[in-house]
């Protein structure tokens, strides 16, 4: 460390300059462009219009974006601690489109945007991954779906089918708004505990048909008893990191005891990856401002999107 | 959202005026003045007098009171992931008669105060919910008992009955003081645990009879279990937030690692209901300002006041 | 404190009744309702639906509340500083009339409730004082005082005439607005600074004949040069606490170094209230959730509505 | 713990001896003992109990020792930018006491040991140098001065003569107390602001015949015409740093608008230093949970001692 | 924001292209890559192994970035408080090149890197704009100015000319090797105070023949009188964010007490741009996890570069 | 608490004076000096040089020092929990050495001092216990055990024998490092997983002969059947805080999910003690800056050393 007289002018990463990468896109990937070939294509929706409690998720995608970055993802492509050790080739099959255009103060041309974006990513022939925002945005990427029909997997603390506000376009509703219009041909939500579902919205699921299974039960059930109580894919799995326990997953806007830990998620995203493939995923409701330093809420969903992004490469 | 021209003045939440609910009560339920019927009464007590290492407790009623706030109480009357799926009447039977009037640098009037809040929620039939502040306000709330015999069950992970300060008033002595004024007929600790609690105290509970369950063992105990172990009640059960693990309560003075979950305590409220009626309860020992801004620790603390009111009620 | 009206109010700490003030009011006032008599009545709009960038102005009026307590408001009417000393009997003149009943997620409920609620503290002879919330509300709360023609000063870093967006009901637009709907009948800004202010605004700025005071000449005018330059009142006046300095109010979305701090803002008080009465004010923008534990900004904002409530005394 | 006398003391960071300081005094100077000799002694005191509002400083001393520690203070003896440019040996000066034993739920005990804390390094001939800790501990400082007597002089934005609660021994009444027990010859009050100044409070103090200089008054003064106004010698001086902005100072209990700037400080010290010796001094009021991790209410504090200790140092 | 080279660029948010800018630049600029045109050209320096007491300017770039975007920069080319009233056309001048790339644990490779960086900077004939990291990378970035001579001007608390340290490459020393190496032909210090600066420090600086204006001295010279003392340029600026009052620059490692503001920062550049052209300028020791959440001390660093960028403009 | 007049003078804790311990060490416990006679000797290495992501923990030392006084150690010597209920002299067992002296930007000096400072606490047959600093600073300490050999134990989410980076001296290499130079008999990695390990390092850990429990396969394993996979001793054992899940370690630089908790550690440390000594161990990787105001992070990582101290002394 002594002499730095003698300047050897090393390489950069890409032979010749000295700057770093020109995108700090969603682990290191490259970024996306419609027409660019990639199996997997993460889109921002840095929107929280339709939170009614604690706001904050509008900065989610950057968040994520931040923690997914612990050095270049090319390094290591495999997951270590599971069963199969099979090398999976996250940083080929991964790339970055960015964040999709919003005005925040004009709903209605946010919203088609969002459907928009979902629906180049699903044109080029990639699974769209979606990072969130509130979890009202689910509903205008499910959209870009039709009318292919998806089986739809909820990962919440909560019902999100409420239908007691007026207008109905909150982060509260995703569920009833999706099954209204027709936009899946089964829910299953797992997950759900807690004192904010309503008995309404009990009814409410039951007339829909849902698969529900609560937070109590999934703790007990292992990744075979599990998939018997799934349909067959293809799936569309929406992550709310409510769905975990505020131990791990603090930084959201309603969070709720009782919840579930990542070797779940990983029992379930394995469940799910057996009866059939993943076509879609977001993981939503992560509010940077709401956690504390470390961001470790932010950590678990790139983690999470990771996990499922394994899951989709290991099906194709 | 285009047109504000016409305004069809909307009707307030009491039918004529445009103000939302006047007293951010707990959970949004209605104020309770003396003489007003209730089947539970909360009480505020913002005191961390008795605080011998981090301060902060006298701020736990406000932020459990915001954290209990998700949205109107009315809406969610019933637990969606309990077996019974019986719907309990929670925004019936709760109410809130504020915080107790205290001057913190004059203990011989803040007591009284505290043990007279207490004893009018009782004379009016209701079981006090008590909010703390540190826990050596346990003792003037149980002092309202009087001479009514309660059981006492004590969830923390200190055995709080160190009796080598001179005072002796502190947040570490409830246990003694209780015993030693003969306010219980019994005494029972769950969740003990850690390097904070001496070969003293050991001994001094070991000879004060108490039921002692460590953390290590309540956690291989299931419901049916841990009620055999439990005396018949009526019971007073005192909740320390410190009782869970610092991974769930992290907003409180003496957090110790190895604690318990959210489900357990589940399990813990419902083999005490089992073996009798809950006359009483508090959750003491939540510091807002050593959390972060997420609030979990609050949050928890509303949970477990709903848990143990929902108990209350299953058996009237 | 003294007239809670109807309910049979317990007596206060003097030992016959152990709770505290049922309603924690701003400075702790008593509650005011449609009816009651209040010099000037304070209404918080916990709304930030029009917020561009950060947000978390919805947690404002609390934020305030919390911060204007240092002690019972009875025990302290009288500035020590003031040239005056005069005593100002704030805590008889004023009253709390809790938060306006919004639903987030309906603007075109919500803004009919903001200009309804000003309009009941207005039809009881009293002045209104609004605790934001984004920037936004200032519009419907102007609407309250149609036809009454008042002359508008706004203290903000922003000229906040932004006229780009389609929708247009941002925090960045209350003067377009209000200047559009001829809800005042001059305009006033003071304190702007930065580049945050587009050649657009300046141009639109200077057709609508605004007085425009940037910060750098606001910092060099005493009280008399500065009461030249307003014109004669009644005066709404709406301070912004990106008004002040990053310095004193870290806790706001868009704050701008270069501003201004609390004893100029004393001046600007002093000058305007020599020019005419003052109607209304408001005071926005605080942001809890971004800043520290310290809750500065909301003390600032909680300073501001005293000193302008005591300008209001000053001249009735 | 009991033999640190003889000191088998290794050698310094030369590579003989590997480690650090053992000591983590206040700028890392070398900790003192009864019969030390040093000019100044700093003593922590870590007490709060007199603390109404936001509590915390018990945590000041050890966040002003960190704070003051940029490096080792032998390496930096002299002030760069007082005109003087005099080196002063602050590192030869200082010794640190370390912490008050205080038990917190003991106030009988706390107090004297305080008091003979002071006293013990009065009786060494050295300057008792006190970081707080509330403000209430000033009082049992000033006892050890007893019969000598002092000129008090207290920089504060309230005049701390509170005598409203029954007991009286909080951090709003150092100034009653000490006045009512004649501990000083004269009490002058700088930098008094705000509204938490009662009116009688302000009668009480002019009865005392304090001399008391407004915050608005004091930025208005020069050095001079500021030594004009204080008598003559020897001085106590007290500096609870809520006398300061709460733009340099927000890690404290009650903050208020306002206040004053570090350059202003440099001034009063400079003034008092013109009228005689200082023969004591404290810093109090310092709350590190209530600000950011800058630390710079703390950073802020440990420049107050250090100030304070160079105009000690410069005349003797 | 047009021309990103080579790929199929999708249009703006008019409607075609849903997706955002592609590229989180300062202030929303288009990238910039060797070869292309622009006035001024930001790069980061993530890097903080100099620093000597608390790190985290590692993560100055990004802060600072994030800071700078409150909207398209596009709608606002102008100053709006400035005398000149003349519109800057910063967004057409500015460029983006993005962060060097470093390894952290290799120093030998990590400086020439940065060399190269500004060397391409100054190559495309761009003044090169350096985001830091802490202060140690103000000489790697001069190096690239050889043979051309430059006049350094430094703000700063520090006099940064540490020469006790056997490596000599910290934070604490970039002035003494600037001076060593020939790198400037004159060197002129501004801000300096505090007790962290040597009387060794003092003498050094004194034989390297530099001008230095104390804190105390420089908010007393307006901007002809302050401009008498500077040499004429060509100038580089180095400001170090503890330059600033702990006010309103808390993210720092090492904060001073009795620093400047904002207004006298812009007298300052002022009279620089008087003098001569500004070549090359850096804002550094921003450390965004030193501070709170709001990220004033970014958004201060984006501001400092805003102003320094159009005194470059005014120019040329 | 009435009277304070009559002053009792009380005795302090070492009989005679009113200040507290002098030297705030880890539990309080006595300092130690070269010669000083104790079982188990505390360093601190608060360097964090190595660190490629988040820094901080050269403040680790001083946080968990100040997380492990929760009261005078001497009266809580045993464990409640444990099966053995022995008394364990923890107090007699520990001293505390202070920190190692470093310098931070000189590492040829740094790392020999860490060395040097192991090495005076195992000639004086005690056992080092280290608090780090980043992982790298296990290397040095190894070091000084050569030439007995000891075998390696590593509790992390990560592999540690990164070889990509040419100097190689960072906290993700000290595992090749430890195995290169043969300072151990064998390498134990502990608690594995995530996508921070690449295919790169699962191939050279493979190839070293190591034995790897991901975490997954640990949570199933019991005490007995841990033990079996584990060597007879000597120990040396290494504790990243990232082992352990972020629900309980947020506080460190790279957080991974899915990790383990105390109840696990406990195990562990029971598997190792039956299968020989603990002749050394390290606790590293405490972040305080990157956790919240809790600091549960460093109470882990205290009660982790005592839990080992606690292990080390069952044996001997």
């Known amino acids: 460390m002594k002499t730095r007289e003698t300047p050897p002018v090393p390489e950069g990463p890409d032979g010749a300059r000295p700057f770093g990468p020109p995108f700090p896109t969603f682990g290191g990937v490259r970024p996306w462009h419609p027409g660019s070939r ?3 294509v993460v889109m921002g929706v840095p929107y929280d219009a339709g939170t009614t409690n604690r706001p904050g998720t509008r900065f989610g995608p ?10 270049p993802l090319a390094r290591r492509p495999e997951f270590m601690d599971r069963e199969t050790a099979t090398p999976l080739p996250l940083a080929d099959a991964l790339a970055d489109a960015g964040d999709v255009w919003l005005e925040h103060e004009n709903l ?22 979606t990072l969130g925002g509130d979890h009202s945005i689910t509903y205008p990427v499910l959209k870009a779906f039709e009318p292919t029909p998806v089986h739809y997997v909820h990962l919440d603390t909560h019902l999100d089918c409420d239908t007691i506000f007026p207008t109905g376009w909150t982060h509260g509703s995703p569920v009833a708004r999706i099954h209204q219009d027709g936009l899946t041909r089964s829910l299953t939500l797992l997950g759900i505990r807690g004192l904010t579902n309503s008995g309404h919205d009990a009814a409410w699921i039951r007339e829909a048909g ?24 293809p799936f569309y799995v929406s992550v709310d990191v409510d769905f975990f326990d505020p131990a791990v997953a603090p930084g959201t806007g309603t969070p709720e005891p009782g919840g579930l830990f990542f070797p779940h998620f990983q029992t379930i995203v394995s469940a799910i990856a057996r009866r059939g493939p993943i076509v879609g995923f977001d993981v939503v409701e992560v509010s940077p401002i709401l956690e ?3 961001g470790k ?8 999107v990771l996990e499922l992004a394994a899951a989709v490469l290991s099906r194709s």
Do not use: F
């Open 38 to 40: 990639a199996a997997l």
């Open 292 to 294: 504390g330093p470390h």
């Open 62 to 71: 950057r968040a994520v974006r931040e923690a997914s970055w612990t050095g």
């Open 210 to 233: 849902a698969v529900v299974i609560p937070a109590r039960e999934l703790r007990r059930l292992d990744e075979a008893r599990l998939a018997e109580r799934l349909p067959r894919g």
């Open 297 to 304: 809420t932010a950590r678990l969903a790139a983690c999470c």
């Open 108 to 129: 209605e041309q946010d919203w088609p945007h969002i459907t928009r974006a979902a629906g180049l990513i699903l044109e080029a022939g990639a699974v769209p991954v």
